[in-house]
T-cell receptor, first 114, second 113 residues
Framework: DAGVTQSPTHLIKTRGQQVTLRCSPK?????VSWYQQALGQGPQFIFQ???????QRGNFPDRFSGHQFPNYSSELNVNALLLGDSALYLC?????????????FGSGTRLTVV | GDSVTQMEGPVTLSEEAFLTINCTYT??????LFWYVQYPGEGLQLLLK?????DKGSNKGFEATYRKETTSFHLEKGSVQVSDSAVYFC????????????FGQGTTLQVKP
């Protein structure tokens, strides 16, 4: 049973560029959430997608946007990259009732902005 | 707003020692509580969870009890192993039921042989 798959695993970008990160949820899961984890910190919620709609958004600027496809996979897009966007980006999938059943995380995409 | 506070690390223990990692939370309503573990270079793995007051979550020898009166969810293990060395995150789910997780800052555990 495949878990959450994220690609790419590592990425280096230059300031001002744009980046797209991808996530395939665990089989049977229909909800995808994205988190940013800075070095030495706990993950911070970016947003969550369900039924191809953004359900909730954390305290992140509009440079961060996302999409969910009919097969439940998701993309995270970040425009106009800043050095401070360097972090591990984690995708988590769940059933809608994730607050009860928990969330499955991928291994993340390590983004470095230079 | 909702928040989670964990004891600061790193925590260094000898193999077979008793482990406690403290976690307290602030939340409106009745959140679910989780412990996640992160091994070096990897994502987060769900270790255990509790969904209501007095529930005890357990897995792989780790335990934590949801204490509403003290707003705590302390992680314990009776005998740690070198393989338990990792970063441990306490988290709560947003009671508004959208699924948003709020994490503590993480506690690094190092177990020495």
């Amino acid at each position: 049973d495949a878990g959450v798959t994220q690609s790419p695993t590592h990425l280096i970008k230059t300031r001002g560029q744009q980046v797209t990160l991808r996530c395939s949820p665990k089989s049977g899961h229909d909800t995808v959430s994205w988190y940013q984890q800075a070095l030495g910190q706990g993950p911070q919620f970016i947003f969550q997608y369900y039924e191809e709609e953004e359900r909730q958004r954390g305290n992140f600027p509009d440079r961060f946007s996302g999409h969910q496809f009919p097969n439940y996979s998701s993309e995270l897009n970040v425009n106009a990259l800043l050095l401070g966007d360097s972090a591990l980006y984690l995708c988590a999938s769940s059933l809608v009732a994730g607050r009860v059943y928990g969330y499955t995380f991928g291994s993340g995409t390590r983004l470095t902005v230079v | 707003g909702d928040s989670v506070t964990q004891m600061e690390g790193p925590v260094t223990l000898s193999e077979e020692a008793f482990l406690t990692i403290n976690c307290t939370y602030t939340a409106t309503g009745y959140p679910s509580l989780f412990w996640y573990v992160q091994y070096p270079g990897e994502g987060l793995q769900l270790l255990l969870k509790a969904t209501k007051a007095d529930d005890k979550g357990s897995n792989k020898g780790f335990e934590a009890t949801y204490r509403k009166e003290t707003t705590s969810f302390h992680l314990e293990k009776g005998s740690v192993q070198v393989s338990d060395s990792a970063v441990y995150f306490c988290a709560l789910s947003d009671p508004s039921n959208t699924g948003k997780l709020i994490f503590g800052q993480g506690t690094t555990l190092q177990v020495k042989p």
